[in-house]
């Protein structure tokens, strides 16, 4: 059990903030996620991976991240991260062994999720958070990273 000293919409706004903060005034998509990368990474428990996967020539390619070495090209439609360029919806899924086609970097990840950073309707890039724990990812966190992506898009490409 998460034992949190404040409460979730607390922990989201805080990281909002902080988001906003290190990405302020700076351009540099890269720049900006590997730093958005750490925050979550820092703010968010239980995970064991929080990272960005950037569309380039319809593919997925790994971005800025915190966790272990991943999995560097995946194509548009596969796995979770693909499904959620694919779709331009996020993807909360709370067992990764029931997802088809779940593309296992790290054998630790139970549950994931998901959100599209789209620019003009198109998707640009997608944050992928994984968790060792089964059903980590709540409403509540899919609604406080889409409002985070959402926020800082134009500092993301
Ligand atoms: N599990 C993801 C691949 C990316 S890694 O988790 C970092 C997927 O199925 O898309």
Known sequence: MHDFTISQDQLYDDLMSAARAVTDGEPDAIANMANVAALIWQYIPDLNWAGFYRVLDDELV????????????????????????ETNSVQRVADVHAFPGHIACDADSRSELVVPVSKDGKVIAVLDLDSPLPNRFSLADQNGMTALIGAITNKLG
């Open 62 to 85: 790994l971005g800025p991240f915190q966790g272990k070495s991943a999995c560097i090209r995946i194509a548009i439609g596969k796995g979770v991260c693909g499904t959620a360029a």
